[in-house]
């Protein structure tokens, strides 16, 4: 996702956008080398590929759990989102 953004980093610095929240500080982006930032707010979290597949699938498992839904703790290809699944590939 390069979509153009009023706010810093931008894409055509380098900067790969993989999901937006719904305000305007609230991202997950790849920066030039190859760090995963989430942004909520005020805090920036950053990690390497595989800290944030680890943590991607710790928050996947734990918005499951609120949902009521048992997740598959044996399946890291999924994660939940609302009541629909997407996979990380």
């Known amino acids: 996702m390069n979509e153009p953004s009023s706010r810093s980093p931008l894409p055509s610095q380098g900067w790969n956008f993989l999901s937006r929240g719904e305000q305007e500080n609230e991202s997950v982006a790849c920066c030039p080398s190859g760090h995963i930032h989430v942004?909520?707010?005020n805090l920036t979290v950053s990690f390497n590929r595989d800290e944030f597949l680890v943590f991607a699938r710790m928050v996947a498992e734990a918005a499951a759990r609120l949902q009521g839904v048992?997740?598959?703790?044996?399946?890291?290809?999924?994660?939940?989102?609302s009541s629909n699944m997407f996979s990380l590939n």
């Open 39 to 41: 942004d909520y707010g």
């Open 70 to 81: 048992s997740p598959k703790v044996t399946d890291h290809r999924t994660i939940f989102k």
